[in-house]
């Protein structure tokens, strides 16, 4: 498998969350303000840009044809001036028969009783009743598209209830998937120390005492830690 692939492949295994990406990118990659539509929510996959502008979601009409199947589309947004860019209408579509994972729109939808009714994966920025146009405007503008395109086309969104986070085209790297890894071997041992040994929250994660109390834990436990201290080492 390609490192897209293997990082796709721990992210959904593992079901991954967007705070932990978040931290393995050094605490970057959210999409502002973008919430899910639904709670309970995951998803991973690849990104396919599409893109409208100006008070008009003719481009959303003619660029979601395109829309592979099994990727997360998003939908980058400019001028639309606080108009919803969608509905419930492309977001079927867009998930039932393009067969997108998720849809997240950098803007507001619309239609929102139905996207929840319907418990469509739909992250975005807000809701209104009032839409954009379906007439021709101008389109998105062209350095600016082109910039986002190589950002986020093919690279890899995270969508869980706390938003979403791209993995960019250049940050898919073996060093990513290990702080992947570490992370979630972190995340058990802290659990672990709040849970069961009832640490207090600094004694876990700025002093990290689990590192100097070996007998507190189990041959598990050992094994992940050494797995932390040999990456760090790495």
């Known amino acids: 498998m390609s490192i897209k692939e293997r990082i796709i492949d721990f992210i ?3 079901r991954v969350s967007t705070t932990e990406v978040a931290d393995a990118l050094g605490k970057v990659g959210a999409l502002p303000q973008v919430l899910p539509v639904n709670a309970d929510v995951h998803e ?14 003719y481009q959303v009409h003619e660029e979601m044809r395109a829309v592979p199947e099994n990727s997360i589309a998003i939908v980058f947004t400019e001028h639309c001036q606080g108009r919803a860019i969608l509905g ?3 977001t079927k579509y867009a998930l039932l028969y393009r067969g997108a994972k998720a849809l997240v729109v950098d803007g507001l939808v619309r239609d929102i009783a139905g996207i929840r009714r319907s418990k469509f994966k739909v992250w975005c920025k807000g809701t209104t009743p009032i839409g954009c146009f379906n007439k021709r405007a101008e389109q998105f503008e062209p350095i600016k598209r082109a910039a986002i395109e190589q950002r986020y086309q093919g690279a ?5 209830d706390g938003g979403v986070v791209c993995i960019e085209n250049h940050q898919m790297t073996e060093e990513l998937l290990l702080s992947l890894e570490r992370i979630e071997l972190q995340e058990d041992i802290w659990f672990f120390c709040l849970d069961t040994l009832k640490w207090d929250t600094k004694k ?3 002093d990290k005492a689990y590192l100097t109390a070996p007998e507190l834990f189990s041959a598990v436990h050992i094994e992940q830690m050494k797995a932390l201290t040999d990456n760090n080492k790495s």
């Not at 890899?156 to 869980?160: L, N």
Request: net charge negative; aromatic share 8%.
């Open 12 to 14: 959904k295994k593992n």
């Open 44 to 57: 991973v996959g690849e990104i396919f840009c599409v893109f409208t502008a100006n008070e008009s979601n």
């Open 88 to 90: 419930e209408l492309v």
């Open 156 to 160: 890899i969104a995270v969508c869980d």
């Open 204 to 206: 876990i994660v700025c």
